[in-house]
């Protein structure tokens, strides 16, 4: 089993880096394999809580390099929830990347653990039979304090439902669990790695105070 690791945050935080000076990606000094993958950009302010600054992936197993590099980008840049992160903001940024594992049907929409299993729920929405599915990572339901029906429910808007949320609503969901391996690293951390391993900080032109 692949477990996220170190490399791969290093590769998405290259692949950021090199975005912004419009240079090639350093090779990734992890193996390749073909997983589901998602990429979380979270940014830290004045020492507060890290903040969602994107997080976008794929439930469909990806060639994890090919992956890792599409979906760094696409997590920063395109989220449509945030505007685009922009070069100024990486020394302020967090990085996780998740690998995900272990894909059950569960029996039904509370046939999970909080903090131990992430969800895909979907349901054919009652108002025009449209079909609508979302997932949470692992991480979150713990992360926001949320009770299971909580989850659900709150899942249930992600996927676009409008409408009035009934226990019959819940009760038709098909809900699919699985469990993820990550790692999480800091810019800094990133720098001191690069620093380390090549014998230079990276190049951040674009992220120069001043300089944006």
């Not at 903090?115 to 895909?120: F, L, S």
């Not at 800094?188 to 690069?194: G, H, K, L, Q, R």
């Not at 990276?202 to 105070?209: L, N």
Request: with cysteine.
């Amino acid at each position: 089993m692949v477990s996220a690791n170190r490399e791969m945050v290093v590769y998405c935080f290259d692949t950021l880096v090199s975005h912004y000076n419009s240079e090639q990606v350093p090779p990734p000094a992890f193996d390749e394999g073909q997983h589901p993958l998602f990429v979380t950009w979270k940014k830290v302010v004045n020492g507060g809580e890290p903040r969602l600054r994107g997080c976008i992936g794929t439930l469909e197993a990806r060639y994890l390099i090919n992956g890792f590099r599409d979906y760094a980008l696409t997590s920063a840049l395109r989220d449509r929830r945030f505007p685009p992160i922009q070069a100024k903001e990486l020394p302020s940024l967090e990085c996780t990347v998740s690998i995900l594992i272990n894909y059950e049907t569960a029996l039904h929409y509370i046939d999970w653990e909080i903090g131990k299993h992430g969800i895909i729920i979907e349901f054919t929405d009652p108002d025009n039979n449209a079909r609508r599915s979302a997932t949470y990572l692992p991480e979150v339901a713990a992360h926001e304090g949320w009770t299971m029906t909580e989850t659900i429910d709150s899942l249930i808007r992600k996927a676009g439902y409008n409408g009035t949320i009934t226990e019959s609503l819940r009760k038709r969901i098909q809900l699919t669990r699985y469990q993820s391996t990550l790692f999480t690293m800091q810019y800094s951390e990133y720098v001191a790695y690069v620093k380390t391993t090549r014998g230079a900080p990276p190049s951040t032109d674009g992220a120069k105070p001043g300089n944006h």
